[in-house]
């Protein structure tokens, strides 16, 4: 490449708030072997249809119901994507 690239944590903390400010989505934090969970998050996050209908569902998590506590956990983190200033570790996901 021409450039160097440049990652999101070597950014000044004026740089860092000008891409937020931009709107740019912040990552999900790798936690070992997460990459891949992470990438396939960040793709389906890019398709609004589905996040809208994740996003409007009304319920909570389960003991027994693990499909909807997985649902709840996507909308959880659909969720704080949208807010996050920096990037977020999918620990709740992961449970």
Do not use: W
């Not at 690239?5 to 004026?14: G, K, N, S, T, Y």
């Not at 070992?32 to 960040?42: E, R, V």
């Amino acid at each position: 490449p021409v450039e160097k690239p440049v990652f999101v944590e070597d950014l000044a903390p004026e740089e860092m708030q000008g891409l937020i400010s931009a709107g740019v989505p912040m990552g999900l934090e790798n936690l070992g072997n997460t990459c891949y969970m992470n990438s396939s998050l960040q793709i389906i996050n890019n398709a609004p249809e589905l996040v809208d209908a994740v996003s409007s569902l009304q319920v909570g998590r389960t003991q027994f119901d693990m499909q909807q506590n997985l649902v709840v956990a996507t909308r959880d983190l659909f969720k704080s994507m949208k807010t996050a200033t920096e990037p977020i570790a999918p620990h709740g996901f992961l449970a």
